[in-house]
């Protein structure tokens, strides 16, 4: 059984700093693209960032590029998003998935597998 868990969430002042994590089980990680997507109150899921679990290959979102690092730890199945330098604009629940490279899908919502989220807030 595939499964996501994200942790790491919570409330933070602007320009602030969270690490969240997503451990993931049930599938052979470095066959998977894992990304990071958010969804504010009243608006659309949107992508964040994105990393191949096989040769590390990265997207960022142009809002959150320079201030937020994704990162994959193959040997746990787990991969980080770093948020620095966080906005009131940030807050959102930040939700894990992902998806077999093989499928051609990048960073967007097709993406097979999701875990059920965590909330960001960050306060001005």
């Known amino acids: 059984e595939v499964q996501l868990v994200e942790s790491g969430g919570g409330l933070v002042q602007a320009g602030g700093s969270l690490r969240l994590s997503c451990a993931a089980s049930?599938?052979?990680?470095?066959?998977?693209?894992i990304g990071w997507f958010r969804q504010a109150p009243g608006k659309e899921r949107e992508g964040v960032s994105c990393?191949?679990?096989?040769?590390?290959?990265?997207y960022y979102a142009d809002s959150v590029k320079g201030r937020f690092t994704i990162s994959s730890d193959n040997a746990k199945n787990t991969v980080y998003l770093q948020m620095n330098s966080l906005k009131p604009e940030d807050t959102a629940v930040y939700y894990c998935?992902?998806?077999?490279?093989?499928?051609?899908?990048?960073?967007?919502?097709?993406?097979?597998?999701w875990g059920q989220g965590t909330q960001v807030t960050v306060s001005s």
């Open positions: 990393i191949s679990s096989s040769d590390g290959s990265t």
């Open positions: 049930g599938f052979t990680f470095d066959d998977y693209a």
């Open positions: 998935a992902a998806d077999q490279l093989s499928s051609g899908s990048w960073c967007n919502l097709e993406y097979d597998y």
